[in-house]
């Protein structure tokens, strides 16, 4: 008898820790898989250019893209700064924005009806064609540059949030009926935290849209001197043949959307951890 | 808190509730309740058994106050006032992102009483049901029984008047109903609250109820009434004593006759 539960428990050791190794082999790769696959990716990248004799202002290597943006650390820094600014402020707005419209929809139906149309024309319109508009009409260049990225980046978020809000479990809704709960309360205590998890999903897209907005924007805007962002040091050194400025201002913005992406996963996680399907990691 | 020390025997219990030929039309054609009559009296355990589309979850959401009945009325003794109903669903229905006390304050929180305020009747409610260790679990630590059993703390924190069950332990395994089943009966002695039950099953509510309203379908209305006057406390005893058996076959007879009642109507 007590041979038998000993031989279970060390089958049960034996999986235990079988289970154990896989995620700690997972844990490894998670992190691992993609560091060698971009390395690799930048060594193929240097070779290419080593054994093609390719010219630095056809394609640069990774190392001189590097040197360059070491070089043009003060420029590009600056630079960085403004895209920066406009990219968190455009999305900044559309959190308020589109999180305050969404609300407005769910209060009342007719104010849905009459603006949701308008919401889905500017979505689908694409901001390339609205923007020289802009410019046109707004007279400060960073207010014009701001509403760009903002229309490109507050409609998932009003849409995510608009669903979230819609989504209440029905028991619970008329359980709060039940109970006599105002308006007011059954916004704050259940709609708001049902629709936590829908608007984070939409915060992710629009930090990604908000950066394409702020960029496209600047591309249209074109203006340069103090004050310009990256995509404008990316035109400015492309009219002048300058690839490999144009590569380390193409660095930093990707890394910028890496970092936002990032942080916005990170918020999702802060906040849904405890309680939301999506973050519960579910054992085997 | 002042309870009654037992509850006496039907017959001479008080009116809580009564429903006067109530009629509920859907659309305009689709009669979901055909005149319905019911005294409520304090203490009463009843349970609404019938097929589906007999109107039981129906009258549920008329006497909750979710709907109102299309003719008829439904008046309680003195009033009703929010707190006096304690409402548990088929499903849990928890908000996820709450803790199991955050959840069990909620009927407080819409009378705008923190927590601290309430923390009291909160571990009362919460011992009631046997999960005073469990205050600051999120509901997805819980099993279905358990989670099943904040719901019942949930309709028991306000001390309401009459508890409305619309099929809560339709979803759970039955060694998990039983045991659910023995602690709202004892649940009940120590309250001696006044429940009205959903069920679509016979045994659970022989079980339980000391009343048995077997309801018809199309249109819903009530069929008969069973009276199950085996004594309370029940226990596991019960469910295999010939007392039970027979009480299940009064009762099943009952919802047979109701069910052909509404075969002849359909076939007429």
Redesign the interface.
């Given at each position: 008898m007590s041979t038998t539960d000993m031989n279970t428990a060390a089958i049960v050791d034996e999986e235990e820790l079988r289970y154990a190794r896989a995620e700690k082999r997972e844990k490894i790769a998670k992190w691992l898989l993609p560091v060698v696959v971009i390395a690799l990716a930048v060594f193929l990248w240097d070779r290419m250019v080593v054994w093609n004799d390719i010219p630095h202002y056809i394609l640069p290597g990774p190392g001189l893209v590097l040197e360059t943006l070491i070089q043009d650390w003060g420029m590009l820094s600056d630079a960085l700064i403004v895209t920066l600014k406009i990219t968190l402020a455009a999305l900044a707005v559309a959190v308020v924005g589109g999180v305050g419209l969404a609300i407005l929809f769910t209060q009342s139906r007719y104010f849905e009806m009459s603006f949701y149309p308008f919401a889905v024309i500017l979505q689908v319109t694409p901001v390339v064609s609205i923007a020289p508009l802009i410019f046109i009409y707004v007279d400060s260049r960073i207010a014009g540059l701001l509403l760009c990225a903002w229309i490109v980046a507050f409609f998932p978020i009003l849409s995510n949030t608009t669903l979230g809000l819609n989504s209440t479990?029905h028991?619970?809704r008329?359980?709060?009926?039940?109970?006599?709960?105002t308006r007011w309360?059954r916004l704050r205590?259940?709609q708001l935290?049902t629709a936590?998890p829908y608007f984070l999903g939409g915060l992710r897209i629009a930090g990604g849209l908000s950066l394409i907005g702020a960029v496209v924007a600047e591309y249209v805007a074109g203006t340069g001197g103090i004050g310009s962002g990256l995509a404008f040091r990316i035109l400015e050194a492309g009219y002048r043949l300058n690839i490999p400025r144009m590569f380390a201002a193409l660095l930093l913005i990707a890394a910028t959307g890496v970092v936002i992406f990032t942080a916005a996963s990170l918020l999702s996680h802060a906040l849904l951890h405890?309680?939301?399907?999506s973050a519960?990691k579910r054992e085997s | 808190m002042t309870l009654p020390s037992s509850i006496p025997p039907m017959g001479q219990r008080d009116k809580l509730l009564e429903m006067s030929n109530v009629d509920k039309v859907f659309g305009g054609n689709v009669v979901a309740l055909k005149d319905m009559n019911l005294t409520v009296n304090q203490g009463d355990f009843i349970s609404l058994l019938g097929p589906s589309g007999c109107g039981k979850s129906t009258a549920l959401r008329l006497i909750?106050?979710?709907m109102r009945p299309t003719s008829g009325h439904i008046n309680w003794e003195g009033g009703q006032k929010?707190?006096d109903?304690g409402?548990v669903?088929q499903?849990p229905?928890l908000?996820?992102?709450?803790t199991v006390e955050q959840n069990v304050w909620?009927?407080f929180?819409?009378?705008g009483k923190s927590l601290a305020d309430v923390q009291d009747e909160i571990m009362w409610a919460l011992k009631m049901v046997g999960l005073e260790k469990f205050q600051k679990s999120?509901?997805?630590e819980l099993s279905g029984g358990m989670k099943m059993r904040v719901s019942i703390a949930r309709s028991l924190v306000t001390e309401p008047r009459l508890i409305l069950m619309d099929e809560p332990f339709a979803a759970l395994d039955e060694i998990t109903r039983h045991k659910l089943n023995n602690d709202l009966l004892e649940l009940r002695d120590k309250l001696k609250c006044t429940v009205i039950f959903v069920t679509h099953s016979v045994f659970e509510s022989v079980f339980l109820s000391d009343r048995i309203v077997v309801m018809a379908a199309r249109p819903g209305r009530v069929s008969s009434e069973v009276t199950v006057d085996a004594p309370y406390p029940r226990t596991e005893e019960f469910r295999t004593s010939a007392d039970y058996a027979e009480l299940c076959r009064k009762a099943s007879d009952a919802l047979h006759g109701a069910m052909n009642e509404h075969g002849a109507r359909a076939s007429a």
């Amino acid at each position: 008898m007590s041979t038998t539960d000993m031989n279970t428990a060390a089958i049960v050791d034996e999986e235990e820790l079988r289970y154990a190794r896989a995620e700690k082999r997972e844990k490894i790769a998670k992190w691992l898989l993609p560091v060698v696959v971009i390395a690799l990716a930048v060594f193929l990248w240097d070779r290419m250019v080593v054994w093609n004799d390719i010219p630095h202002y056809i394609l640069p290597g990774p190392g001189l893209v590097l040197e360059t943006l070491i070089q043009d650390w003060g420029m590009l820094s600056d630079a960085l700064i403004v895209t920066l600014k406009i990219t968190l402020a455009a999305l900044a707005v559309a959190v308020v924005g589109g999180v305050g419209l969404a609300i407005l929809f769910t209060q009342s139906r007719y104010f849905e009806m009459s603006f949701y149309p308008f919401a889905v024309i500017l979505q689908v319109t694409p901001v390339v064609s609205i923007a020289p508009l802009i410019f046109i009409y707004v007279d400060s260049r960073i207010a014009g540059l701001l509403l760009c990225a903002w229309i490109v980046a507050f409609f998932p978020i009003l849409s995510n949030t608009t669903l979230g809000l819609n989504s209440t479990d029905h028991n619970l809704r008329d359980l709060y009926k039940i109970y006599g709960a105002t308006r007011w309360q059954r916004l704050r205590y259940l709609q708001l935290p049902t629709a936590l998890p829908y608007f984070l999903g939409g915060l992710r897209i629009a930090g990604g849209l908000s950066l394409i907005g702020a960029v496209v924007a600047e591309y249209v805007a074109g203006t340069g001197g103090i004050g310009s962002g990256l995509a404008f040091r990316i035109l400015e050194a492309g009219y002048r043949l300058n690839i490999p400025r144009m590569f380390a201002a193409l660095l930093l913005i990707a890394a910028t959307g890496v970092v936002i992406f990032t942080a916005a996963s990170l918020l999702s996680h802060a906040l849904l951890h405890k309680w939301h399907e999506s973050a519960i990691k579910r054992e085997s | 808190m002042t309870l009654p020390s037992s509850i006496p025997p039907m017959g001479q219990r008080d009116k809580l509730l009564e429903m006067s030929n109530v009629d509920k039309v859907f659309g305009g054609n689709v009669v979901a309740l055909k005149d319905m009559n019911l005294t409520v009296n304090q203490g009463d355990f009843i349970s609404l058994l019938g097929p589906s589309g007999c109107g039981k979850s129906t009258a549920l959401r008329l006497i909750s106050g979710l709907m109102r009945p299309t003719s008829g009325h439904i008046n309680w003794e003195g009033g009703q006032k929010t707190g006096d109903l304690g409402v548990v669903f088929q499903e849990p229905t928890l908000m996820p992102w709450a803790t199991v006390e955050q959840n069990v304050w909620l009927p407080f929180r819409l009378r705008g009483k923190s927590l601290a305020d309430v923390q009291d009747e909160i571990m009362w409610a919460l011992k009631m049901v046997g999960l005073e260790k469990f205050q600051k679990s999120y509901p997805r630590e819980l099993s279905g029984g358990m989670k099943m059993r904040v719901s019942i703390a949930r309709s028991l924190v306000t001390e309401p008047r009459l508890i409305l069950m619309d099929e809560p332990f339709a979803a759970l395994d039955e060694i998990t109903r039983h045991k659910l089943n023995n602690d709202l009966l004892e649940l009940r002695d120590k309250l001696k609250c006044t429940v009205i039950f959903v069920t679509h099953s016979v045994f659970e509510s022989v079980f339980l109820s000391d009343r048995i309203v077997v309801m018809a379908a199309r249109p819903g209305r009530v069929s008969s009434e069973v009276t199950v006057d085996a004594p309370y406390p029940r226990t596991e005893e019960f469910r295999t004593s010939a007392d039970y058996a027979e009480l299940c076959r009064k009762a099943s007879d009952a919802l047979h006759g109701a069910m052909n009642e509404h075969g002849a109507r359909a076939s007429a």
